[in-house]
């Protein structure tokens, strides 16, 4: 927008009738317009002090003879010099217009004004009778309007937050001593000041107001302001106070679900504990324990997963949140809705199976927990009832956002003695869970071949590249991608956990990584693996190692 | 150390020149060494503001140069405020240096990682909040809530008399405190004067709420026992108020003629050292009361406005009777000996005694019956 050093001179023109239409926000129109447009003036009033630090006060004024218009009118508005950084900009264009060499009267009687205005900004203004007793008091006691205003805000804050709180315990607002009309002032004139830390006491009271209406009392500038500063890490208020406003007002709800998601796929993330890290930061797991939230966090999980086609990384994200939601639900010491409430159509018997926990379960009986929710899926989905792709769409999302048992079903494969078919059926139908033109069982029947190669290679200790090349065929050459994926999950597992393919593991996830496109995916598997080694702690130091080193040289190329 | 010590000694100078008019002659370059003194200054304050000993000796210092204790060691540490404020407001101070002035102001020099209150932005945004926290005109304000302007003022005031009883020489200065307190108090039109000492020593009985707001930067490096050291030190700046208020018969006579009688029955019931003069100044009043009969009742001797009507007379008595159970005590035991002392009527219209004892007592007993 800023085009170079010269500020477009339509906009000027625009701002100045904006500050005489608002003279003062006296009206409540005016209040809610300064309000709707704080931002895009702060960022004009930065483009012109950007163009007038460069010049000399005269030329500045000749180039922009209605500045001091502008200025002046802007400096009687409470709502533009309480905002964000405005006022620090604004005093800076008067900086810029001061003159030190004053040549002829019309410019002292310039110097002379921006002074006034200096000092009604800052300390006792002349052109306010009731100031100047006070501040006389003031100064002899020593202190200065700095002092003064400092407490005189947190003196304004305190009754209206007791006022506010006050209401609250008379139950209903029977009373009636705060009126709603009240409220949504008082939530209209905060939203300036919502950045400065004297009113976090307000903000808080007003987020968990509740009047006896059923209508929003808040006014919607408020907490759109609110959220977007909570969001910026430009306030922090507490989970109580976030849960209400997010509960109150969904369009905040949504803005913060899908800034979490711009996030966290826009960076390049090296450990899944970053990733965890930044969703517990932003309080929508724990915001989820209430019902209503879990649901609207849900759909616009869904719709980002058919949006960007099932990229890993939002996949993982989704992983990542629900089970983080998960502890957050257990650590919930008030009233509780069961776990079941959060996901109420789906199959109960499934549902439980993929509620529990890996840590909850001795690993021994992992794989019998695995293929007795490998039996229950495949009999739901292969029941003639379920027809429609959207309830196809619905059991494949349940299955997938509790990807940890995925991982568990592939490293299981691999590690431990077991029937392979159930897993098997389990991985196919998560990378493959369409199956009308047979693709699925098509992704079965070369999946189990893959699965039979590699479990011979196991016990080898001496392996080569050689040996992995048919496999590595496998990936490049199949044409259907759910078949990729799945192979490149099972070999990147058998690399981990089998001596031998400690060996070739550097080689071989270069020579991946080179010709192939999967140097994501693979990363992402890794990252996980670590992440689920690191919390469930226990295996053997060399794959340890080995995950690691391959980690590091991964993400460096990635 | 002494260097230092005559250097901050010259602070009150570099003030009191900061706000006359021989900034006349200041160039950029003076005002820049000006600004930097004031951070120097803060620095000191910084520096030494959990060091006991040197804290007192700076302070001394600082007092020693002055004929009226204005400032103390807290003031080092708002020295560019004060110093800055004041030369802005100073319209003798040339272009050049102004300028200079308001860069500087704007952009304060070295890393400003410190704490926010320091900066004049802040300051701005705090002003202007003020303002919009005062728009919404909501219902009226409950009567136990004081004005917030009226509570900064004396939460203001209150910190600064705390600093004095602490950080100034105690016993011999008393005359000279009482004298400075004076001074100070005058700054403000009468009536607010009353209010704010009211307000304070009203503030003075719930140390608990207000210790976080007023008084912070006066206290900062006592590490003693502070329950111990804020109580006597709170006495102390009672004392000092209860002195001004009692010193002089006009002024407390203007005082309960101007506060509202359930504020000075609060006050009274606290601080026993103003219901006894404060009852003498109601029986003063009520003796000068002259019966009209045509009329029917009590008025004014003279219109001379600094007395109480009836009316007022009576409302003073019954909220007096409403107060602690000390207060009620002492109140009845006035009237009765007032009417026993003008021949203890019981017919109305002879004693002004008389009448206020049963208009009270009725009063009275029709509250007690709701």
């Known amino acids: ?69 502008l200025l002046g009118r802007l400096c009687w508005n409470p709502f533009v010099i309480g905002y964000d950084e405005s006022q620090k900009t604004l005093m800076w264009c008067l900086c810029c217009l001061y003159s030190s060499e004053p040549q002829n009267p019309v410019e002292l009687k310039a110097n002379s004004w921006i002074r006034s205005l200096l000092c009604h900004l800052l300390s006792s203004s002349k052109w306010e009778s009731n100031e100047a007793e006070t501040s006389t008091f003031i100064s002899t006691l020593g202190y200065t309007s700095a002092d003064y205003y400092c407490h005189l805000v947190k003196n304004m804050v305190f009754p209206l937050v007791t006022e506010l709180r006050g209401n609250q315990f008379n139950g209903l607002n029977i009373q009636g001593r705060v009126s709603a009309s009240h409220v949504n002032a008082v939530s209209l004139f905060c939203v300036p000041l919502i950045t400065l830390p004297d009113l976090t006491p307000l903000l808080e009271t007003l987020l968990l107001y509740h009047g006896g209406t059923s209508k929003e009392i808040l006014s919607s500038e408020f907490l759109e302001a609110v ?90 994200v989704i992983q990542v949140f629900t089970q983080l939601f998960l502890q957050a639900h257990q650590n919930e010491n008030k009233r509780k809705f069961p776990l079941k409430a959060y996901f109420p159509y789906h199959h109960q018997p499934l549902l439980t199976a993929l509620l529990r926990r890996p840590f ?57 003695a077991v029937e392979p078919d159930a897993l098997l059926w389990l991985l196919a139908f998560y990378y493959c869970p369409q199956n009308e033109n047979q693709q699925r069982t098509q992704t079965m029947v070369e999946a189990q071949a893959v699965y039979k190669h590699l479990k011979m290679l196991f016990s080898c200790t001496v392996l080569s590249v050689k040996h992995l090349e048919a496999a590595v065929h496998g990936i490049m050459n199949i044409e259907q991608r759910c078949n990729q994926h799945l192979i490149t999950h099972l070999l990147t597992n058998f690399l981990l956990f089998s001596s031998g393919g400690h060996m070739i593991a550097q080689e071989f996830i270069c020579h991946v990584t080179e010709t192939t496109d999967r140097s994501k995916e693979v990363c992402s598997l890794l990252i996980r693996s670590a992440y689920r080694i690191n919390h469930n702690g226990e295996e053997n130091q060399g794959t340890v190692k080995l995950l690691n080193e391959l980690l590091q040289k991964l993400t460096l190329k990635v | 150390m002494e260097a230092v010590l005559e250097q901050v000694e010259q602070l009150p100078a570099l003030l009191a020149v900061s706000r006359s008019a021989l900034v006349r ?32 000796a700076l302070g001394r210092r600082l007092r020693r140069g002055q004929p009226s204790p204005l400032l103390g060691f807290p003031h080092l540490g708002r020295c560019p405020q004060l110093l800055g404020l004041a030369l802005l407001e100073n319209r003798a101070l040339p272009p050049a240096a102004c300028r200079r002035l308001i860069r500087g102001l704007l952009q304060p020099a ?32 409950t009567p136990e809530g004081m004005a917030p302007q009226l509570r900064t003022e004396a939460q203001l005031l209150l910190s600064r008399l705390r600093e004095e009883v602490q950080e100034a020489e105690p016993a011999g200065e008393a005359a000279g405190r009482l004298r400075w307190l004076s001074g100070v108090l005058e700054e403000l039109p009468q009536p607010r004067a009353f209010e704010v000492v009211a307000a304070a020593l009203l503030l003075l009985l719930r140390p608990g709420s207000d210790a ?98 009836w009316e007022e007379l009576r409302e003073r008595f019954t909220c007096l009777c409403q107060g602690s159970a000390l207060l009620r005590g002492q109140t009845q035991a006035a009237l009765k000996l007032l009417k026993a002392r003008d021949g203890d009527f019981t017919v109305c219209g002879l004693s002004v005694w008389t009448d206020l004892q049963m208009e009270v007592e009725e009063y009275l007993r029709k509250e007690a019956k709701r």
């Not at chain 1, 904006?18 to 300064?34: C, H, R, Y």
């Not at chain 1, 006060?57 to 003879?65: L, T």
């Not at chain 1, 960076?267 to 797991?285: M, R, T, Y």
Request: glycine share 6%; charged share 25%; aromatic share 10%.
């Open chain 1, 1 to 69: 927008m800023a085009q170079g050093t010269t500020v477009p001179k339509l906009n000027f023109e625009y701002w100045l009738d904006k500050a005489i239409e608002w003279g003062q926000a006296t009206t409540l129109e005016s209040q809610k317009d300064v309000c709707l447009h704080l931002p895009q003036l702060q960022e004009f009033l930065h483009q012109i002090y950007e163009t007038l630090k460069h010049m000399d006060s005269i030329v500045a004024i000749q180039q922009f003879p209605l500045i001091g218009q």
């Open chain 1, 227 to 316: 959220n977007e500063a909570f969001l910026k890490k430009k306030i922090s208020l507490p989970e109580s106070a976030v849960f209400s406003l997010w509960l109150r007002h969904l369009p905040s709800l949504e803005k913060a679900t899908l800034y979490l998601l711009d996030q966290l796929v826009t960076i390049q993330f090296n450990s899944l504990e970053e990733v965890a890290c930044v969703i517990k930061d932003s309080l929508l797991p724990q915001a989820a324990s209430h019902p209503a939230i879990f649901r609207i966090v849900n759909e616009i999980f869904k719709n980002a997963l058919l949006e960007t086609d099932g990229t890993p990384e939002v996949m993982t």
């Open chain 1, 360 to 416: 909850e379960l001795p690993t021994t009986y992992w794989s019998q927990h695995l293929k007795h929710i490998s039996d229950m899926l495949k009999a739901l989905v292969e029941d003639t009832n379920i027809s429609s792709l959207a309830d196809l769409f619905e059991i494949w999302f349940l299955v997938a956002r509790f990807g940890e048992w995925l991982d568990i079903a592939a490293e299981q494969l691999l590690k431990a």
């Open chain 2, 25 to 56: 002659d200041w160039d950029a370059l003076t005002l820049d060494r000006a600004l930097e003194w004031g951070r120097y200054f803060q620095h000191l304050h910084d520096r030494f503001r959990t060091r006991p000993r040197l804290r007192e």
């Open chain 2, 110 to 141: 070295g890393a400003e990682a410190g704490p926010e209150p320091r900066s004049l932005a802040l300051l701005a945004r705090r002003k202007a909040a003020s303002r919009l926290l005062a728009l919404p005109s909501g219902p009226p304000r």
């Open chain 2, 212 to 309: 976080e707001q007023a008084g912070d930067r006066g206290r900062d490096g006592k590490s003693l026992d502070r329950n111990q050291a804020s109580a006597t030190g709170d006495e102390g700046v009672a004392g000092l108020l209860l002195s001004w208020l009692l010193g002089n018969l006009e002024r407390f006579s203007a005082f309960c003629l101007f506060l509202p009688g359930s504020l000075l029955v609060s006050l009274a019931g606290h601080y026993s050292q103003l219901s006894r003069p404060y009852l003498d100044l109601l029986t003063g009043w009520g003796s000068r009361l002259l019966y009209d009969p045509l009329q029917g009742r009590w008025v004014k001797s003279c219109l001379d406005k600094a007395e109480l009507s």
